[in-house]
Every structure is written in structure tokens, then in C-alpha cells.
């Protein structure tokens, strides 16, 4: 031992440039421990047991049609409540007393209920709205009616007790001898006037007149229904309606000669409809395979373009004259390899509560309105068909040298004038147009992103609309509901507050319910009127049980982007135990756009990627990036266009850059990344791009590699050429970066995950990146899901657990727990009783 001391003296003083190479410790000091992850804290905030902390945080109301009124219904820790709120007395009243309600179920039901659980379910009111129906389910057992074998153990179902409610005297009767109606069939498209249905079986078309589908209703393998063919010439990838693409090898032969969809869409007198039908017989197979399921595992096709192949589907628009049983394919051609969409005309707000709502076409009973897109979606033309002659004609062109983006247009009186949504002057704006496509004026203008229209106000002409960044002092994503004149003038803001506002309008355009929050602030529901002036407040979110776990809400903040000039909004997280004095690793959530930026704006109840990550022991922010989110200018959304794998990444890491030079609590030398998806993609681009700064990543479901990744989303986003020969053929042409070109540059610790099963982003994907960093001699961690989609379905949990553990390992320095958490355990969101799952204490 005397002389193991000496000896380790000897070392210590040996050589100073040693010592400031590799440091060594006397007897006397103390090696720092690493931190410990906070699994406890961690599952405090799982999505089970979230559920039993938050309720209801927005009104959803149900319009009714005969005056401005609307129902809703809202839970908080007391229970749940159902509200009638009548807009024009200024009234708001609870529907039931139900405690008195509980007591009259509990006599009829002989199941015990009270006022905080009462099982109330599909309320309906009636047509003269003086009473409403619901339903409850009872712990008693009944046969299904339909079933012939009535030992199966599927023969029974829990019986259903049907009320009547009279809303003045609040007298409730029971319907004797009640039977649930089958759900409608979601094959079947109704006409308008109810007279018939159309759906597609062996990929034909197919219809039913009334009777006969009331039939099949109540029992589809009724031999006495009657069903007429109308097409004869469908085949597989090239049906009219559905053909079972993504279906298994078994269920296609199970259910070809089932009755499927068509998705028909009719006109208003229900004397015509149309059809979208896609020929993608040339188009390339694409698979993944199904080794969890009973049995031998299944091998699901499905048809897959990726950017740059030729084999494009093709698309029609067929027009049927249902009383003539004829039809007529369109001359709709304009562009090589063109997409076409046909809009449907826009849903009313009171017939939400409606079983039966018609696909009825964007126009009229002589006019349709669709669109068609060139391949490289640079050229889109807003067209009509005129029913009378079977022409099509081009009414509005839009065209730009990155990729259009159009927003069904609105029609005024009956297409008399067109209010059509464009950035053709760099930012999203609505424009008015003639009937016949001559533009009269820009309705609003400036430097903000108008959305979507909410109503047209066709006899004062005023357009209600939403739009971000019209307030100057406020974060430019906040959302606002406003009103304008057709001629532009009058704009005003109608929910004022320095939130992100989601608006319910009713049809007549008299009222609306606001829902607005911010990250950090508690939702509240208010009803104005049309002119913005606050009618009564309606809910504030109860999140006492949420604050008493320990929850604390996170932080806006905002930065520069690597250019030094563009602003870019974050979100940031920290423990819910955070102490200013330590330093924390830091992970950035990303998702890249460009269809959005994973940065939430309002109060969320999910908290799993950030607010629940950061319990472990970090500091995880969200933020933008140039090429992000298309609710900014044309310049910002289009930033990324030609070089889809690395134009966010200076943006992410000058965001950590900027927050670690301003927080002394974030450790700039401990940074994590991590994705889904695009995030996916991202988080390991990054971990390749900046091999020195991202030090951890976790990418999951990651299109790595985007020349297999589908046509749509790859060839818009970053660019597809079309080149035209001297012939005038007309090809294009496509090349893009891929994460797995980087593999060589790998040098932290990365954790790749995808499902094998996930028909969006397809495994290989995932697989090619695997390939080649195991070819460079790369150490990572794979992990798949077996049977998962690309939302991973029922693993989320697992999965969010082993991204913890790989940054607790490599970013905290955490080795010592994993192993010893039990990740059903941590989660248990049931009672012990005997039925809640696996996963016990040890």
C-alpha cells in the first residue's frame, strides 16, 4: 500500500503538461458523480395519467338550426357538464341537473351512477328542438341482434338504454324496447334527395335506390337486396372508387368482392355526380410486411411513386348522368404527368350532428370548380365544368417559379364572383374575382399571412377570415379571426388578445366562439358577435390538478436565424424541479417543415417530445427555421426549395448557440436532437452535417433517404425539373442529398428507430442509413417496432422510453438506471385491479 502511494505522488507531479492532458486524482479528491435522470418525475406526465389531470380545454359547440344557439359539453376535475347557450338573449344554462339526472338514470338502468359520472353519449336534439335523445350503456349483456350464432363469444354486446329529455320541463322518458341503430355504412354515397347510392364493388360502379339500402343497413349479406351495375370496365389500379390499395395479401382476396367506397361527389339536385378516377396500373409496387399477425406473416402492396419515376398515375374526372345511367370522361389535360382535385362544397356548422351528410360538388347544378397542377407544381389553373356541354374551361391561372399553394376557392352568389386565395405578391392573400376569372381587386394586402375563409357575408360583402402576423407587437404565428369589405376597406380584428385564437363561427355569420391560449397561459373560451364586441365569457380551463403535481407552463422566447437578420420563435422547457444554479444538457425537438414547424403556439395536453422529456434533467426547446412554416411569407416558406437536407440545420444550431451564450443554466457542450418523421430525418442530418456540436440524437421514422420517399411531398418541397426535348417530350428530372451520403461523418451517439409496417415513411428509409453506417464502421443503436405504423401506434410509450434512456446515457451520463426501470410500471395509468395489463412491480 506505501508503496501504491508513493507511486501514485510520483504520477501526480511527474509533469505538468501531462496533468493538463490527463488529469489525476489524489487520495483526497472526489470524483463527481453524474446526474441521475428523473424517471419519477418523468412519468408523472405520462399520457394516461395526463388524461386524469386535464379536462376540457376548449368549447366545442353544436349550432343548432333554428335560432343561434349551441350546446357543448365540458369536463372538468368535477365532473362533466352539458351547457345551452342562446347568443342572442346572452344566456348560458346547464341542460341537465345531474344529480337529479344521475338519480332517475340510476332507477331505469339498476347501474349505479351519480353527477359526476354519468355515461351520457350521443345526444341528438330534436327537430323542433324543444327535447334532445341520449344514450347510455349499462353493464348488462344482451345478444346482438344480427347474430345467428348466438354462443360465439362475440354474440354479445352491453345494452344500450335510449332517453328523451324535454328541455323545458326537464322530464325524462325512457324508450321501451330500444335497439341501437347499425352505424350507416361508410361504402355507401347517398344522394342528396336520399334517392340512391352509389359505392363500387370488384371496381365497378354500383347503386342502390333507398329501400334497398335501408336494407343493407341492417344487414349487408341480405340476399334480397336489389343493386345495379354501372361500369364495367374497372380493374385493380385503375377502379371506379376504392381498389384496396394497402390491403394485405389475405384481406384483398377477402374483401374484392365486397361493396367499397366510391367517393362520388353529387350536384346539389342530385341529377349528376362525379368521379375522381386514378389509373395507377404502371406506377411501382412498393411493401412491408406483417410479421406480428396470426398466422404466417402477410405481405402488404401498395402503389408508391418516388420523385423522379417516370411511372406516374394518371388521373381522370368522369361525369355521370345518373337519371341517363351514362357517362363522359373530360377533356381535362393541360400538363405531363398533372394532378387534378375536385372540392367539396363547404360544410355546414349545424349539420355536424348529422348522420347523413351528402358529398355534394364545389358549384352548382350546371358548374363544378377543381384544379389541376403541373408535375412540378409550378403551374396550377382553378377550372369549371359546364354540366350543359361536358366543356372545361380555365377560370384563374397561378404561377411561380418554386411550387404554387392553392386554398379552395369561395364562391359569391352561386360563382357570380370568386374570392380566390393566392401569394402571388409573396404572401398569402384572399383576391376577387368575375365569374369569368377577370381579377377585380386584392381584398387584403400587407406583409401577413391571411388562411382561411371563415364565412362570406354575400348580401353586405364582407369576407371573415383568419390571418397571423397582422399584429405587429405579438408572435407572428398567433392566429386572429377579422372581417373586410370585398373592396378592401374596413378590415378589422375581431378577438383581440395577444393569443393564438381558434374560431367556431355559426352559418348565418352572426356569432363565434373564441378558444385562446398561449404556451403559458391557461385556455379561455369567450362568444362574440360579428363585430367583435365579447358577448360572455364561457370556460376557463381547470388545470388544478395539472399545477398540483408540479407542472409549471414553459417560455416563449425568440432569436435570430444563422443569417443574423430573419426572426425565428422557440418554445422553451425546463424540469419542473429546475434549479438556475446548475447546468443543463440541452436537447432541440425539431421538426423541419415545410409543411409546419413543431413549435406549439397555445396550451397543449401533450406533453411527451418537450415538457415531459425535459423531467429527465434538460432543457429541450422547439423552435423554427427558415423554410419552416408556410404561415410567413412566400420567401421564408420557400427557403429550403433545392436543398431539402440541410436548410434548417444552421438555424437549429445558432438557436442553442444564442440561448447558451444568454442562459448560464444551459450547457452549450451537451447538446441533444430529436425527431419524428422530418424530425427524424433531421435530427440525424444534423448529427452528420455538425458532427463537433450535436453530440446525442434520436431520429424516429426518418425519411433519410428522400429519393425513396414519395413523389408529393419530396418533389414539391425540394424540386423536380422539367425538361422538354426538341420533340417536345417531356421528362424530369430529380437528385437530392441523403442522410446516408454523411455516414462517414458520424461521431456522437445516434439511436435510429423506425416500424416495420410504416407505409408512409417506409422502413428502408431506416434501413438504407443502417447500411451504410455499418459499412463505415459506425457504432449506433437501432431499434424496430415490430407491427407499428409510422406513428408507432401502441410501442409510443416504449419508444418514448428508449429515447429517454440513450440521451440519459450519452447526454446526461446516466448509465445506472435504465435497467432497473420498469417501464409499465412507471407508466401504470389504471387501478390495481386485477384488469389494468402487465407490467407489475417487481
Known amino acids: 500500500m506505501k508503496k501504491l502511494y508513493f507511486l501514485l505522488i510520483l504520477i501526480t507531479v511527474f509533469s505538468s503538461a501531462t496533468y493538463a492532458q490527463t488529469k489525476t486524482y489524489t487520495i483526497t479528491e472526489k470524483i463527481a458523480e453524474a446526474p441521475k435522470a428523473n424517471y419519477q418525475l418523468a412519468s408523472r406526465f405520462s399520457p394516461g395519467k395526463m388524461r386524469k389531470m386535464v379536462f376540457s380545454t376548449a368549447v366545442d359547440p353544436h349550432w343548432l338550426k333554428l335560432s343561434n344557439r349551441f350546446w357543448y359539453m365540458y369536463e ?8 345551452m347557450v342562446d347568443a342572442t338573449l346572452r344566456t348560458k344554462k ?17 347501474d349505479p351512477f351519480d353527477a359526476q359520472h354519468l355515461p351520457i353519449d350521443n345526444i341528438k336534439f330534436s327537430k323542433d328542438e324543444k327535447s334532445l335523445s341520449f344514450e347510455v350503456k349499462s353493464t348488462v349483456d344482451e345478444t346482438k341482434p344480427d347474430r345467428k350464432d348466438k354462443k360465439a363469444a362475440d354474440s354479445l354486446q352491453k345494452k344500450i338504454f335510449y332517453f328523451n329529455y324535454d328541455l323545458a320541463t326537464s322530464k325524462l322518458t325512457e324508450v321501451p324496447n330500444y335497439t341501437k341503430p347499425k352505424a350507416k355504412p361508410s361504402w355507401g354515397s347517398v344522394a342528396p334527395d336520399s334517392s340512391a347510392v352509389i359505392f363500387s364493388r370488384k371496381y365497378n360502379l354500383y347503386w342502390m335506390d333507398k329501400a334497398n339500402y335501408l336494407k343493407a343497413v341492417k344487414n349487408e349479406e341480405d340476399s334480397t337486396i336489389v343493386e345495379h351495375q354501372l361500369t364495367k370496365d374497372g380493374v385493380k389500379f385503375y377502379s371506379y372508387g376504392s381498389d384496396g390499395d394497402g390491403e394485405n395479401n389475405e384481406e384483398v382476396i377477402k374483401n374484392d368482392k365486397k361493396r367499397r367506397r366510391a367517393g362520388v361527389m353529387w350536384s346539389p339536385d342530385a341529377k349528376y355526380f362525379v368521379l375522381n378516377r386514378e389509373d395507377s396500373r404502371k406506377v411501382k409496387d412498393l411493401w412491408v410486411i406483417n410479421s406480428t399477425g396470426a398466422g404466417r406473416p402477410t405481405l402488404e402492396t401498395y402503389k408508391y411513386q418516388m420523385p423522379g419515376e417516370k411511372e406516374s398515375p394518371i388521373d381522370e374526372i368522369l361525369l355521370f348522368n345518373f337519371a341517363a345511367k351514362t357517362f363522359k370522361k373530360l377533356n381535362i389535360s393541360a ?26 360538388w364545389l358549384g352548382n347544378n350546371s358548374k363544378i370548380y377543381f384544379s389541376r397542377t403541373s408535375r412540378d407544381l409550378k403551374r396550377v389553373d382553378i377550372c369549371t365544368i359546364d354540366i350543359n356541354t361536358n366543356t372545361v374551361a380555365p377560370l384563374i391561372d397561378e404561377r411561380f417559379n418554386t411550387y404554387v399553394e392553392i386554398n379552395r376557392p369561395g364562391l359569391v352568389n352561386d360563382g357570380q364572383e370568386i374570392i380566390h386565395w393566392s401569394e402571388r405578391d409573396g404572401w398569402g392573400h384572399f383576391y376577387l374575382f368575375d365569374g369569368k376569372g ?8 400587407g406583409s401577413f399571412h391571411a388562411t382561411d375563409i371563415v364565412k362570406i357575408d354575400e348580401k353586405n360583402r364582407v369576407l371573415y377570415f383568419t390571418a397571423n402576423g397582422v399584429e405587429g407587437k405579438e408572435d407572428p404565428y398567433y392566429l386572429h379571426l377579422y372581417r373586410i369589405n370585398f373592396d378592401g376597406s374596413g378590415m378589422k380584428l375581431l378577438n383581440n388578445g395577444d393569443f393564438d385564437h381558434a374560431v367556431n363561427m355559426n352559418d348565418e355569420g352572426r356569432y363565434f366562439v373564441d378558444n385562446f391560449s398561449r404556451v403559458n397561459t391557461v385556455p379561455k373560451s369567450v362568444l362574440y358577435d360579428n363585430s367583435g364586441i365579447k358577448v360572455m365569457d364561457l370556460e376557463t380551463a ?8 408540479g407542472y409549471k407552463f414553459p417560455e416563449p422566447f425568440k432569436v435570430k436565424a444563422d443569417d443574423g437578420v430573419t426572426d425565428l420563435y422557440g418554445v422553451m422547457y425546463k424540469p419542473f424541479d429546475f434549479d438556475p444554479s446548475k447546468k443543463y444538457p440541452i436537447i432541440e425537438y425539431v421538426y423541419p417543415g415545410p409543411q409546419t414547424e413543431a413549435v406549439n403556439k397555445s396550451f397543449t395536453k401533450s406533453l411527451d417530445n418537450t415538457d415531459r422529456l425535459a423531467q429527465f434533467g434538460y432543457i429541450v426547446i422547439s423552435v423554427g427555421n427558415r423554410g419552416g412554416n408556410p404561415a410567413r411569407s412566400k420567401w421564408y416558406h420557400t427557403y429550403g426549395y433545392g436543398n431539402l437536407r440541410d436548410y434548417g440545420l444552421a438555424d437549429k444550431k445558432a438557436a442553442i448557440e444564442q440561448l447558451a451564450d444568454k442562459y448560464s443554466f444551459i450547457d452549450g457542450n451537451k447538446t441533444g436532437i430529436t425527431g419524428h418523421s422530418g424530425g427524424g430525418f433531421m435530427s440525424t442530418a444534423a448529427m452528420l452535417v455538425y458532427p463537433d456540436f ?27 425539373k422539367e425538361i422538354v426535348s426538341a420533340k417536345g417530350d417531356t421528362t424530369f428530372k430529380y437528385s437530392i442529398d441523403k442522410n446516408p451520403d454523411l455516414a462517414n461523418n458520424l461521431k456522437g451517439h445516434l439511436m435510429i428507430m423506425t416500424g416495420d409496417m410504416d407505409n408512409n415513411v417506409n422502413p428502408a428509409n431506416t434501413i438504407r442509413l443502417a447500411n451504410q453506417l455499418m459499412k463505415a464502421g459506425k457504432r449506433f443503436e437501432f431499434v424496430l417496432l415490430p407491427g407499428q405504423r409510422h406513428g408507432f401506434g401502441d410501442f409510443t410509450e416504449y419508444a418514448f422510453y428508449k429515447l429517454a434512456d440513450h440521451f440519459n446515457k450519452y447526454l446526461l451520463g446516466d448509465f445506472s438506471q435504465p435497467d432497473n426501470i420498469d417501464m409499465l410500471e412507471m407508466d401504470r395509468d389504471k387501478e390495481l385491479n386485477g384488469k389494468s395489463g402487465g407490467g407489475g412491480a417487481n
Open 694 to 720: 450535436f453530440k446525442v440524437a434520436v431520429s424516429k421514422a426518418g425519411n433519410h433517404d428522400n429519393s425513396i420517399y414519395n413523389r408529393w411531398w419530396s418533389e414539391k418541397h425540394h424540386g423536380v
Open 542 to 549: 381547470d388545470l388544478s390538478l395539472l399545477m398540483a403535481a
Open 94 to 110: 346547464k341542460i341537465f341537473n345531474t344529480s337529479d339526472l344521475a338519480a332517475e338514470i340510476t332507477n331505469i338502468v339498476r
Open 76 to 83: 372538468t376535475p368535477g365532473g362533466k357538464e352539458w351547457y
Open 438 to 445: 377577370k381579377l377585380k381587386n386584392q381584398i387584403d394586402k
Open 335 to 360: 400538363f405531363k404527368d398533372q394532378t387534378v382535385s375536385l372540392w367539396l362544397a363547404p360544410a355546414l356548422n349545424k349539420d355536424r350532428d348529422n348522420e347523413f351528410r351528402p358529398s355534394i
